[in-house]
């Protein structure tokens, strides 16, 4: 896919450096007290730790992707859920809320291709088991919480089969930062020549078997198990029985069970012909922290024994892990901090992330996955390249993030070629949003209709148009001629607000226009030149309805161009079908403005003044800023209600700003 050269113009500030996980998480492991027995060895550099994709034995063999290219959707309740996770065809399937499974104990056949994630870290599965059957491959099960099938007395869980997660003979699954409590027989049993298994950031707590592996004579199963915790657990921390390989890194074990019990309470067991290997775990206040039939093999280095007795065994050569896969190895003495505070439902881990191309093919059909009357985030990532085709967000599909994830917006580039010749001037935007709550960041929206080449009565080719209400634009570029840059509303008396911040935007007549309350912030507008030495064009032309005080505010930014000197203007009036509730608003402060613009920059249109429009400037500067009787000026105590704060507040607050 060919890439579209950067447009972004340098001295507008200094870059945003993002603050990462892994800076907090190095923090942390400076920070640890040490001990005598720790590994200090190097973290080989591997995957970020938050990502939505697997590691370790999950990752191989062709992958891991879940429900990736299917619909989501969001359940709420037993029906639903049971449903969606029992289906043929591939879900991303979100939990909202608790749902209480009946009868107390039954089980949630969960069938392939299948992601189940928690919404926020407030998804909870109560009294009842997630199932997979014998041949179910490819399912991921996330930021949830299962809990509370117990059944009181039987400690032993003697009477029931009520785990949280039961699967037998699988393949492909990942178990991911959810947390695990009370239940009736085990939490984890992963079971019968289940394959290609990993196991991360999960909490095990308060219960008596915790995790087991096996139930096999065959050694087949491969399993990643790391930063888990497990706490006020008894046996199986894991027990794994018969694994051609086990691997377990940086888990922690704590405050385990005490009931006198001198075989059965237990952290680690390599039973059968297991192959393990333990690297820089945590034992604190364990008996038996890790233990070996005399069949199976172990391998342990680096882990912190703290308040422990009993068995820590090691024979055997195992296996190397980084023969199968790269791994991030965190020292052992910074586990505690680390897996109490990173270990289960994680609210970032609940916002949903669809990437194009990896898992729909196009942006469009990521959008279309996403359910109607979506209430909670949704990422589409887009990777870098170019994407020629349409997008809609349509009214029904709110809380959307367009992410590119290139280095560079330019990377990302989404571009049709339509003019309104072909279809209106609505039919020619690249980019429709209709929705509300929309943001997009990363990327280059563009129509590369060439106006020059040819000639047509309706030379207008957008390659943006919202109507939705608080759209963000952070980090991006429109690139186009007549009309690149539309901001609406669904009709006149509708107030919708849009706010543009670090961006680029280019073009030529009316270039950024429509009735939405709209804000510009430190970001370069280039006015194109088309060959004239008296007018080359229009940068706004606002439609603002009479009775919404704020229309366009373009501050803090930077307007350039390439035309002659005194040939654009900074706007004029556009009243749609002649529409006289529609007036004008706009104010340019604090803004650089170059020689190309007019020392009379605003003018008429269709038959209606600008000096009936509420056309104002304030502060301006640069060889384009000037003080004339065609140039009004706002007064100071005007452009303290007329902020970045005013323009975007409406009756609900909204302050997109405020993250910066």
């Known amino acids: 896919m060919t890439h579209l050269h950067s447009k972004r113009l340098s001295g507008l500030g200094p870059g945003r450096v993002l603050a990462t996980v892994v800076g907090l998480l190095a923090a942390l492991v400076l920070g640890a007290s040490g001990e005598a027995d720790a590994s200090a060895g190097p973290s080989p550099v591997a995957a970020p730790r938050w990502t939505g994709q697997p590691h370790g034995f999950a990752s191989l063999a062709g992958g891991t992707t879940g429900g990736a290219g299917g619909k989501v959707v969001t359940v709420s309740d037993q029906a639903s859920l049971a449903?969606?996770?029992?289906?043929?065809?591939?879900?991303?399937?979100?939990?909202s809320g608790a749902i209480a499974v009946e009868p107390f104990g039954s089980d949630i056949v969960v069938a392939s291709d299948k992601t189940i994630i928690g919404v926020g870290d407030t998804g909870e599965i109560v009294h009842g088991e997630l199932h997979l059957n014998p041949g179910t491959s490819n399912v991921i099960i996330r930021n949830l919480t299962i809990r509370d099938s117990y059944v009181e007395g039987d400690w032993d869980g003697k009477t029931t089969d009520f785990d949280a997660i039961q699967m037998d003979t699988v393949d492909h699954v990942w178990i991911d930062h959810n947390r695990f409590t009370h239940m009736g027989d085990g939490l984890l049993d992963i079971r019968k020549d289940s394959r290609y298994i990993t196991v991360s950031y999960n909490q095990f707590t308060s219960h008596n078997k915790a995790f087991g592996i096996g139930w096999t004579t065959n050694v087949l199963t491969e399993i990643t198990i790391d930063h888990n915790w497990f706490t006020g657990t008894k046996q199986r921390n894991p027990s794994a029985d018969n694994c051609a390989y086990a691997h377990l890194y940086n888990n922690y074990l704590s405050a385990q069970v005490a009931d006198g019990d001198p075989t059965w309470t237990y952290g680690n067991w390599s039973r059968g012909r297991t192959r393990m290997v333990i690297e820089n775990s945590y034992y604190d206040g364990v008996q038996h922290p890790y233990q070996a039939d005399a069949t199976a093999e172990l391998v342990q280095r680096g882990s912190i024994l703290k308040h422990t007795t009993g068995r820590t065994d090691a024979w055997g050569t195992a296996f190397d892990p980084r023969d199968f896969y790269a791994y991030r190895l965190d020292p052992a003495a910074a586990v505690p901090a680390l897996v109490t505070r990173f270990s289960g439902p994680r609210k970032q881990i609940g916002e949903v992330t669809l990437s194009v191309p990896a898992d729909y093919a196009t942006v469009q059909a990521a959008v279309d996955a996403v359910p109607d009357g979506n209430t909670v985030p949704v990422t589409i990532a887009v990777a870098p390249g170019t994407y020629r085709a349409k997008v809609l967000i349509p009214a029904s599909k709110p809380n959307i993030v367009l992410q590119g994830t290139g280095q560079d917006r330019s990377d990302t580039v989404i571009v049709y070629d339509?003019?309104?010749?072909?279809?209106?001037?609505?039919?020619?935007?690249?980019?429709?949003?209709?929705?509300?709550?929309?943001?997009?960041?990363?990327?280059?929206?563009?129509?590369?209709?060439?106006?020059?080449?040819?000639?047509?009565?309706?030379?207008?080719?957008?390659?943006?148009?919202?109507?939705?209400?608080?759209?963000?634009?952070?980090?991006?570029?429109?690139?186009?001629?007549?009309?690149?840059?539309?901001?609406?509303?669904?009709?006149?008396?509708?107030?919708?607000?849009?706010?543009?911040?670090?961006?680029?935007?280019?073009?030529?007549?009316?270039?950024?226009?429509?009735?939405?309350?709209?804000?510009?912030?430190?970001?370069?507008?280039?006015?194109?030149?088309?060959?004239?030495?008296?007018?080359?064009?229009?940068?706004?032309?606002?439609?603002?309805?009479?009775?919404?005080p704020y229309g366009f505010l373009i501050t803090d930014s930077r307007i350039v161009s390439d035309a002659p000197a005194g040939s654009f203007h900074l706007g004029r009036p556009w009243h749609p079908g002649g529409e006289p509730e529609a007036v004008a608003q706009v104010l340019i402060r604090d803004t650089k403005l170059p020689a190309a613009i007019k020392a009379s920059p605003w003018t008429?249109?269709?038959?209606?003044?600008?000096?009936?429009?509420?056309?104002?400037?304030?502060?301006?500067?640069?060889p384009g800023a000037e003080v004339t009787a065609d140039r009004p000026q706002m007064s100071d105590a005007d452009a303290r209600t007329h902020t970045v704060a005013d323009y975007l507040r409406g009756t609900d607050d909204w302050a997109p700003h405020a993250r910066h």
């Open 604 to 622: 008429d249109m269709s038959g209606f003044s600008w000096r009936d429009a509420r056309f104002t400037e304030y502060r301006n500067y640069g």
């Open 83 to 95: 449903r969606y996770a029992a289906a043929d065809e591939p879900y991303v399937i979100r939990v």
């Open 418 to 548: 339509t003019p309104a010749a072909y279809g209106g001037s609505t039919g020619s935007a690249t980019v429709r949003i209709a929705a509300n709550d929309v943001t997009a960041r990363n990327l280059t929206f563009s129509n590369d209709f060439d106006e020059a080449a040819v000639e047509l009565n309706g030379e207008q080719a957008l390659a943006m148009k919202t109507t939705g209400d608080r759209i963000v634009f952070e980090d991006t570029a429109f690139l186009g001629n007549q009309d690149t840059l539309m901001t609406d509303s669904p009709k006149l008396t509708t107030v919708s607000r849009v706010y543009v911040r670090d961006s680029y935007i280019e073009g030529d007549v009316d270039f950024v226009y429509g009735r939405a309350t709209t804000v510009i912030e430190r970001s370069v507008i280039k006015a194109l030149s088309r060959g004239s030495a008296t007018n080359n064009g229009y940068i706004t032309a606002a439609s603002t309805w009479t009775g919404n």
